[in-house]
């Protein structure tokens, strides 16, 4: 049974920073490339970050470029959203998602999806 179980989440003041995992089980980060989006109270779901299956390449939305990174660890089937600068328009449900294929920012692309988890950024 495929499954992605986010956490990591919480309140943050401006300028702090989170770690948002992705728990991946029923399949491997050797064949399915992750995905980070995010969706605030009456926004559209947006992508946010992206790691390829194939080549451990990454991809970012241009708002958080620059101020987070996305990793994987493939012992542990998990992936990470490293969160740093924060501000308040980051605020959200953060999920992940994951795909056979390679990065796109396009959710309904993805084939499976967690639960997300929220971040709050105070100013």
């Known amino acids: 049974q495929v499954q992605l179980v986010e956490s990591g989440g919480g309140l943050v003041q401006s300028g702090g920073s989170l770690r948002l995992s992705c728990a991946a089980s029923g399949f491997t980060l050797d064949y399915y490339t992750i995905g980070w989006f995010r969706q605030a109270p009456g926004k559209e779901r947006e992508g946010v970050s992206c790691?390829?299956?194939?080549?451990?390449?990454?991809y970012y939305g241009g708002s958080v470029k620059g101020r987070f990174t996305v990793s994987r660890d493939i012992a542990k089937n998990t992936v990470y959203l490293q969160m740093n600068s924060l501000e308040p328009e980051d605020t959200a449900v953060y999920y992940c998602a994951a795909r056979p294929w390679s990065c796109t920012p396009t959710p309904s692309a993805y084939d499976y999806w967690g639960q997300g988890t929220q971040v709050t950024v105070s100013s």
């Open positions: 790691i390829s299956r194939s080549d451990d390449r990454s």
